[in-house]
């Protein structure tokens, strides 16, 4: 069976970010799409990945279940395209910053400029 990628990524980040609507606006689409994608993996995989009785959706035991599939699918899938970059000789790299909140935004500007160089 075949997944989208986009229906994939709406789920992760869906839980990621805890409701259809943060995901959304994360991933710059409508909410209806990311209901939409949801609702058409489930369809592919057969069962509910989210509980819509309440506010917030909730993962199912289903959806815990294959989330950590998901995530390693979408892993392997970015790994892909830095071998395909890498073997078609073109290279793009990338750099992955975590920050603190506490972190005062004169000093992320400095380490910015660093690395423009």
């Known amino acids: 069976m ?3 990628p986009e229906a994939l990524i709406a789920f992760v980040e869906t ?3 805890g409701s259809f609507s943060a995901a959304a606006r994360r991933l710059r689409k409508s909410q209806s799409t990311i ?3 949801i609702a058409h993996l489930e369809a592919d995989l057969g069962f509910s990945l989210f509980d819509r009785s309440s ?3 909730v993962l199912t035991e289903e959806g815990k279940r294959v989330l950590s599939y998901v ?3 979408l892993s392997a899938s970015d790994r892909l395209d830095e071998v395909a970059l890498t073997l078609s000789g073109e ?3 990338r750099l992955t910053f975590v920050l ?3 972190l005062h935004p004169d000093s992320l500007e ?3 400029a660093q690395f423009d160089r």
């Open 100 to 102: 603190s909140d506490t």
């Open 55 to 57: 506010r917030q959706p």
């Open 71 to 73: 995530q390693a699918i």
């Open 15 to 17: 839980v990621s970010c």
């Open 91 to 93: 290279t793009e790299a």
């Open 2 to 4: 075949r997944y989208s």
């Open 110 to 112: 400095e380490l910015m």
């Open 35 to 37: 209901s939409i994608a």
